[in-house]
């Protein structure tokens, strides 16, 4: 797939709020689901099986999952998820996204822009100490605010007493809060990527597909002062690999699922949410192929984006589908009913069930205001994204330094949350990359949004008048990109360190504009977040009420954070006919001969020259019963004893509808298998220093 | 390009009701600029020379223009108009679209399903008839009504007196009603076609583009009782061709100008009617474009519609772009503004002044209904096209099963426009076309439009729910696709036979639910037809103020009938650098190479086997400044002397605003040089008796 961004998988019917079925879950770390795999399986899971999956799995700041499988520091992700590193790093001359690479020594290995390595080393529960610090009676705006607060106060307070990245989590739609610390690397470095053909063989086309014979797969080396960690934790690799019936387990990053809802939330997503976003990756997809298509270069720019919006399209496409299913709406309804009319039947869970009504009128006015605060205002959390008004790097950027000189000067708990003092290191590593940004490039994405906010707002909006000052989307896109200077990191340093006085003087009129959209900017992120605090306090007495009534101890909703995930390696039926739980090397040369080897699947030239020398019977992917969504790409598959047998990539097409329900009548996630990996490394891209460190930890 | 669908070209001021400027005009062959051509360049144009060129023009009902360029009935026309003929006679075994075709004898030619080819003989103005038929005083419905009546009777009256097809055209936005008279040929059959790769060299990036280097042609011969037609005129061919600064002419089919519009009507749509085309098919594109990625087969069942949304969006984000850019809209609301100061300082234009408020009025009623009409209604006057919500080859025909069976029984006047007797053997040609359609893509056709419906009415519209019958937009398509039997000619034959009584009793599923929406799809059309009538009226009188205060005699908009452009041939300049007007051979090689030669730049072996044969200095592509538009493509460019000097094929991309108005400055006509055709001919596909057909006129 690309289980980067998000979503996944077809459930036939989910049942709000009742017991999780078989392999349900994405279990906390805090709180796996040790009675059911002792139940189920017999297996007994360990504090020490726990941690040493824990501290052996990383998350990647570009959105994805990964684990340290040697002693030397080496960490394997997917190829798609190392993507967003190996555009940054590629130039007109080196596209190591397309060609890949390899590094014979660590002197040759290439350092990444600006990845972030993160390794959970810790868990602590502070929802009690958020929740008392926010006024009784407050609500929206007032408790928002309170909230922010409190969480910034706990994430500084952390990091300065343990030097680790600190982050305070929701869980439970608010019902929750959690503080992860994780040590943090930065100086990471490429060892090994296939070919993209190789990665991603069968392209968009065969994405969310099975079978599979995708090597999805990618190999960095963490380093700290200029020398390879030695990591406490790391995988053990399993040579045989993934076997047929066994239980597994994924430890990944699974980033966010849908499944606690009210309908009427699911009807808001099915209506206007997912619809509009849907909308406007479409048209982004047609731009970026359409000016991919004017010449080779374009299509090496613009192919990680693509290739990222593409991905997405599928994995809402999948979910509309669902939502749009009466089969689907239908049991959500009926579950939800029945659990209303036990709230009804009990006068003490009044405040629970009004909390139904509450997050109805929360969501209408979030779903009001929807449009005009993607166009701008985005979701800014992280401050890369960018306005779906104002697509561009650049103006990702822009914005960042207007809002860090304004928002630096706050209390920590009162600045945007992106802004908090635990965030810094972080902000700082993104805000000074020196990763390329192409004018070229940024004016049609630029122009592209500056159309579609006026298509949306309409021509005579006063903001758009103001936006556009009296040029047209094009031209007006064109003048802003040639004129400034924030892709020059020496200039963003400058204003970074400067603070507003220096911002203001500098005149940049793509900061400028910044500045002029901001106040309405602010206003909308303010309702949208007041309206997020009363449903997360509605959510908080539905959760308990929920509990209380249903005793469902259950795992929280998907939100990046780590992860359990237990399956059996498993094939499936489709339209009468099975489907088997692996593939092999053979497979991969039947499915390109059977495409004429046209692209998406034709073979790097190595691959067909090698392919006497392969063993073909040798497994390549896989599919298990592991419940997974977007974010969990990357995440190694392990078995009872925790060695690697495999890296989810992907969940298969039946699994797109994940984001709010689990099956796993025909969902499945898909893996390359450990064994298929060690056989392409020495055989087909004859590295076996690489393999050798693998199978033995050590170099 | 694709002249095939619709718009063209960047204006810098048009002003609206200003005199025309240089050799702007889409001229009617009633009318023709005989004092402009005179004083501009000593030309005169005779009747004979006139009456020449329009019987040598033939027009395709897949929307183009051709021409007859031998007295043995040789059309020549695009390649990517007789795509659709192409598109419909491939098999999974023949790939004509793609690989091309060559039939060496007339019993070789391959007949073409439900190809129209029609040669308009004569023109009548029946303007006074028209208007004498509408009750004094009557506006919307009534007036609509009345309007249709006359018109199908005058039609059906000159067809049953000439035997020629007869359409009552409607020029001016309703300043004038015209009747066209046109011999109609349907044993069209195939006789040369070059790849695709040749015919679209460059494809979607260099659509719009220049330079260019395509071979955008295909021939087909007219054939009548068995025979090959005699036409009694065809155009001679010109072996040197078009020459720079050469004063030439353009004779072909224009489909659609708004150069008339109001500012408000362009406002209505730049904010309404653009975005929603464009939303729906950049959504079509990424649906075909997904599905042509999974099989090479796919590809080619997907082919033809996939180019033609492609071209489409291209066409309409040039137009949004103008109509967004403040300069342009500046311009034309200066040139309204004076007009209507004009009319405000003369009493007797009062009605003509209050015009301008009832199209605003209309126009504001029909922008309220007009998503749900093309969801629903769609554009019908071609009962080919299908609703939005129902886009599907399979919907279009049960629909026109069941609405012929309503309608026929009406008297002609009463009836939908379509199923006027007049229009009866084209819509029997259509109906009964034995063109494959397949259930796989139809499928995904339908659930897309069906997934759309659902978005933009809302899943709990009470006409969506009675359309989805309790299923997903999905499961409702596989479901209605795989039971309906309208794709079986011989069924559509014995319904259409049967009448409304059959078609009743046949119970199809799909017709059924053609059968649930018409009270709603007809009852939006009624609105839409009495708001076009109310405009119409406006626009009579607006048109008759404009003609009696500045003289302005001029052209009507484009309307799909046929008319004759004169221009130069003359290169441009663009960001400060000359583009010369004529390309050659050599840059087709070049321009292959310096795309590493892939796709959509790639070569046929042929082309790379043959180069040192060929001429390289032989001209390809050359541009000029005639007034085009979509349906232009395949039209003849003739010099002086009447003889074929090229063939339009497209429009630079700063032509791409044309519908709007007309600049010379950088805007240009884009066509294939008849010397390029020849030493192609006979040099690479080696077909010298088709080549001496051509330069001889005869075989």
Same mark, same amino acid.
């Given at each position: 797939?690309?289980? %980067?961004?998000?979503?996944?998988?077809?459930?036939?019917?989910?049942?709000?709020?009742?017991?999780?079925?078989?392999?349900?879950?994405?279990?906390?770390?805090?709180?796996?689901?040790?009675?059911?795999?002792?139940?189920?399986?017999?297996?007994?899971?360990?504090?020490?099986?726990?941690?040493?999956?824990?501290?052996?799995?990383?998350?990647?700041?570009?959105?994805?999952?990964?684990?340290?499988?040697?002693?030397?520091?080496?960490?394997?992700?997917?190829?798609?998820?190392?993507?967003?590193? $190996?555009? #940054?790093?590629?130039?007109?001359?080196?596209?190591?996204?397309?060609?890949?690479?390899?590094?014979?020594?660590?002197?040759?290995?290439?350092?990444?822009?600006?990845?972030?390595?993160?390794?959970?080393?810790? +868990?602590?529960?502070?929802?009690?100490?958020? @929740?008392?610090? +926010?006024?009784?009676?407050?609500?929206?705006?007032?408790?928002?605010?309170?909230?922010?607060?409190?969480?910034?106060?706990?994430?500084?307070?952390?990091?300065?007493?343990?030097?680790?990245?600190?982050?305070?989590?929701?869980?439970?739609?608010?019902?929750?809060?959690?503080?992860?610390?994780? #040590?943090?690397?930065?100086?990471?470095?490429?060892?090994?990527?296939?070919?993209?053909?190789?990665?991603?063989?069968?392209?968009?086309?065969?994405?969310?597909?099975?079978?599979?014979?995708?090597?999805?797969?990618?190999?960095?080396?963490?380093?700290?002062?200029?020398?390879?960690?030695?990591?406490?934790?790391?995988?053990?690799?399993?040579?045989?690999?993934?076997?047929?019936?066994? $239980?597994?387990?994924?430890?990944?990053?699974?980033?966010?699922?849908?499944?606690?809802?009210?309908?009427?939330?699911?009807?808001?997503?099915?209506?206007?949410?997912?619809?509009?976003?849907?909308?406007?990756?479409?048209?982004?997809?047609?731009?970026?192929?359409?000016?991919?298509?004017?010449?080779?270069?374009?299509?090496?720019?613009?192919?990680?984006?693509?290739?990222?919006?593409? @991905?997405?399209?599928?994995?809402?496409?999948?979910?509309?589908?669902?939502?749009?299913?009466?089969?689907?709406?239908?049991?959500? $309804?009926?579950?939800?009913?029945?659990?209303?009319?036990?709230?009804?039947?009990?006068?003490?869970?009044?405040?629970?069930?009004?909390?139904?009504?509450?997050?109805?009128?929360?969501?209408? +006015?979030?779903?009001?205001?929807?449009?005009?605060?993607?166009?701008?205002?985005?979701?800014?959390?992280?401050?890369?994204?960018?306005?779906?008004?104002?697509?561009?790097?650049?103006?990702?950027?822009?914005?960042?330094?207007?809002?860090?000189?304004?928002?630096?000067?706050?209390?920590?708990?009162?600045?945007?949350?992106?802004?908090?003092?635990?965030?810094?290191?972080?902000?700082?590593?993104?805000?000074?990359?020196?990763?390329?940004?192409?004018?070229?490039?940024?004016?049609?994405?630029?122009?592209?949004?500056?159309?579609? $906010?006026?298509?949306?707002? =309409?021509?005579?909006?006063?903001?758009?008048?103001?936006?556009? /000052?009296?040029?047209?989307?094009?031209?007006?896109?064109?003048?802003?990109?040639?004129?400034?200077?924030?892709?020059?990191?020496?200039?963003?340093?400058?204003?970074?360190?400067? =603070?507003?006085?220096?911002?203001?003087? /500098?005149?940049?009129?793509?900061?400028?504009?910044?500045?002029?959209?901001?106040?309405?900017?602010?206003?909308?992120?303010?309702?949208?977040?007041?309206?997020?605090?009363?449903?997360?306090?509605?959510?908080?007495?539905?959760?308990?009420?929920?509990?209380?009534?249903?005793?469902?101890?259950?795992?929280?909703?998907?939100?990046?954070?780590?992860?359990?995930?237990?399956?059996?390696? #498993?094939?499936?039926?489709?339209?009468?006919?099975?489907?088997?739980?692996?593939? @092999?090397?053979?497979?991969?040369?039947?499915?390109?001969?059977?495409?004429?080897?046209?692209?998406?699947?034709?073979?790097?030239? %190595?691959?067909?020259? #090698?392919?006497?020398?392969?063993?073909?019977?040798?497994?390549?992917?896989?599919?298990?019963? @592991?419940?997974?969504?977007?974010?969990?790409?990357?995440?190694?598959?392990?078995?009872?004893?925790?060695?690697?047998?495999? +890296?989810?990539?992907?969940?298969?097409?039946?699994?797109?509808?994940?984001?709010?329900?689990?099956?796993?009548?025909?969902?499945?996630?898909?893996?390359?298998?450990?064994?298929?990996?060690?056989?392409?490394?020495?055989?087909?891209?004859?590295?076996?220093?690489?393999?050798?460190?693998?199978?033995?930890? %050590?170099?």
């Amino acid at each position: 797939m690309k289980l %980067r961004p998000l979503a996944v998988r077809f459930l036939v019917a989910l049942a709000l709020g009742s017991s999780v079925r078989a392999e349900e879950g994405m279990w906390l770390y805090s709180a796996p689901p040790r009675a059911a795999l002792k139940a189920a399986y017999g297996f007994e899971v360990t504090d020490a099986w726990l941690d040493h999956l824990m501290q052996s799995s990383v998350r990647f700041n570009s959105g994805g999952s990964g684990s340290f499988v040697s002693g030397d520091g080496l960490v394997i992700t997917n190829h798609h998820v190392g993507a967003d590193a $190996l555009q #940054k790093m590629g130039t007109a001359e080196h596209n190591y996204l397309r060609d890949g690479f390899y590094a014979r020594t660590d002197g040759d290995a290439i350092k990444c822009h600006d990845l972030e390595l993160n390794v959970l080393q810790s +868990i602590e529960d502070v929802t009690a100490r958020v @929740n008392a610090a +926010i006024p009784a009676g407050a609500t929206g705006d007032d408790a928002a605010l309170a909230r922010r607060k409190i969480i910034a106060g706990i994430e500084k307070e952390s990091r300065e007493k343990t030097g680790l990245r600190s982050d305070v989590v929701t869980l439970y739609q608010g019902g929750a809060y959690h503080l992860y610390r994780s #040590k943090r690397y930065t100086d990471i470095r490429l060892v090994f990527a296939p070919e993209a053909q190789t990665a991603f063989f069968g392209g968009d086309p065969d994405n969310f597909e099975y079978p599979r014979y995708d090597l999805d797969i990618c190999l960095f080396r963490v380093f700290e002062n200029d020398r390879p960690v030695r990591p406490a934790h790391y995988l053990k690799w399993s040579a045989a690999g993934a076997r047929d019936g066994e $239980l597994v387990f994924v430890s990944g990053h699974p980033g966010n699922t849908s499944r606690l809802l009210t309908t009427g939330e699911l009807a808001s997503l099915r209506d206007v949410s997912i619809p509009l976003t849907l909308e406007t990756l479409k048209r982004r997809e047609v731009l970026l192929a359409s000016w991919s298509g004017r010449s080779a270069e374009n299509a090496r720019r613009a192919r990680e984006d693509l290739f990222g919006v593409q @991905n997405s399209r599928k994995v809402r496409d999948g979910a509309l589908a669902a939502l749009q299913d009466p089969a689907f709406m239908g049991a959500k $309804l009926a579950a939800e009913t029945a659990f209303k009319q036990k709230l009804a039947a009990r006068p003490d869970y009044a405040a629970a069930l009004a909390a139904f009504d509450r997050i109805d009128a929360a969501t209408k +006015i979030m779903a009001a205001h929807l449009l005009r605060h993607r166009l701008i205002e985005g979701a800014s959390s992280r401050f890369t994204s960018t306005p779906a008004g104002f697509t561009s790097q650049s103006f990702a950027l822009a914005r960042a330094l207007l809002r860090v000189a304004d928002e630096r000067p706050k209390s920590n708990g009162e600045r945007l949350q992106e802004y908090a003092d635990a965030k810094r290191e972080s902000f700082e590593l993104a805000l000074f990359s020196d990763k390329p940004i192409y004018p070229d490039y940024e004016i049609i994405t630029l122009a592209d949004s500056l159309t579609l $906010l006026v298509e949306k707002l =309409g021509y005579t909006d006063p903001l758009v008048q103001r936006v556009l /000052a009296g040029r047209s989307p094009r031209a007006r896109a064109a003048e802003l990109i040639n004129a400034t200077q924030v892709r020059d990191p020496a200039f963003r340093r400058k204003l970074y360190a400067g =603070g507003a006085a220096a911002v203001a003087t /500098a005149q940049d009129p793509l900061i400028e504009l910044a500045r002029t959209i901001d106040p309405e900017a602010r206003a909308l992120r303010t309702i949208m977040e007041a309206q997020d605090e009363v449903k997360q306090q509605a959510q908080a007495a539905l959760g308990a009420a929920r509990f209380a009534l249903e005793g469902t101890s259950g795992y929280p909703d998907a939100t990046f954070t780590l992860r359990l995930s237990y399956g059996t390696v #498993k094939g499936y039926e489709e339209n009468g006919a099975p489907v088997s739980a692996t593939t @092999n090397l053979a497979g991969l040369y039947r499915r390109s001969a059977e495409q004429g080897d046209r692209p998406p699947f034709d073979l790097p030239p %190595r691959w067909t020259e #090698k392919k006497a020398a392969l063993d073909l019977a040798v497994p390549m992917d896989f599919v298990s019963t @592991n419940d997974i969504i977007g974010g969990n790409s990357g995440s190694p598959v392990v078995n009872g004893a925790a060695e690697f047998v495999g +890296i989810i990539f992907d969940g298969n097409i039946q699994s797109l509808s994940a984001d709010f329900g689990y099956t796993d009548l025909q969902s499945r996630a898909v893996s390359v298998h450990s064994a298929g990996i060690i056989e392409a490394l020495r055989k087909v891209y004859e590295v076996p220093v690489l393999a050798d460190e693998l199978t033995t930890g %050590r170099r």
